[in-house]
């Protein structure tokens, strides 16, 4: 079956650092990628997403692109801010289901310190 | 434009009761979904509804339930609850055909079972 494997946090930075979260995935056909973002009590919310091979998905600052060779989905990020600090999950979307099933990462928590 | 809405926010029952959990979704969208997220974990999903049926299932035992109403809001039932069922649920919703891999999350329901 599918699956989203993400490092393992907490991932611990001083603001306009640079920030990498490693995301890999296990799946069949061509799925969707995409990096959901968790501020403190608050839903998720979706930062960026990549639909194909190659494709770079960006918002805010963050990058993520699409390699299917390597089956992975980094996020990154030149300068973060104390504001980022989140928890960031990593998901995909399989092929063959319909647009609301996702499967998630563990999540990475990122602290930013000032 | 309100959200997604979940209630209660929070909610302990003990071993063997049943819950609901309710959902409104953003306002204009028309399918919801249901992830259950264990402390520390990715959200898993558990089923999603769409025209007042259940579209798509995870793996969750039939013990999970839900429904939706004409107005698109939703139910999540838990019979027979388990120790193990302790998590926060979250609902998001999406609109078919408008970006429809788009989900929008509420802030979850946290439910402690004794």
């Known amino acids: 079956g599918n699956s989203v494997t993400q490092m393992e946090g907490p991932v611990t930075l001083s603001e306009e650092a640079f920030l990498t979260i490693n995301c890999t995935y296990t799946a069949t056909g061509y799925p969707s990628l995409f990096w959901y973002v968790q501020y403190p009590g608050e839903g998720l919310q979706l930062l960026l997403k990549a639909t194909k091979a190659d494709d770079k998905g960006s918002n805010k600052g963050f990058e993520a692109t699409y390699r299917k060779e390597t089956t992975s989905f980094h996020l990154e990020k030149g300068s973060v801010q104390v504001s980022d600090s989140a928890v960031y999950f990593c998901a995909l979307s399989g092929w063959t289901d319909s647009w609301g099933k996702l499967q998630f990462g563990a999540g990475t928590q990122v602290v930013v310190t000032p | 434009d309100a959200g997604v809405t979940q209630s209660p926010t929070h909610l302990i029952k003990t071993r063997g009761q049943q819950v609901t959990l309710r959902c409104s979704p953003k306002?204009?969208?028309?399918?919801v979904s249901w992830y259950q997220q264990a402390l520390g974990q990715g959200p898993q999903f558990i089923f999603q509804y769409y025209e007042e049926e259940e579209r798509q299932r995870g793996n969750f035992p039939d013990r999970f339930s839900g429904h939706q109403f004409p107005n698109y809001s939703s139910e999540l039932n838990v019979n027979a609850l388990l120790l193990g069922d302790s998590a926060l649920y979250l609902c998001?919703?999406?609109?078919?055909?408008?970006?429809?891999?788009?989900?929008?999350f509420g802030s979850g329901t946290q439910l402690s079972v004794l």
């Open positions: 306002s204009g969208h028309d399918t």
């Open positions: 998001a919703s999406s609109l078919v055909g408008v970006d429809n891999e788009k989900l929008f």
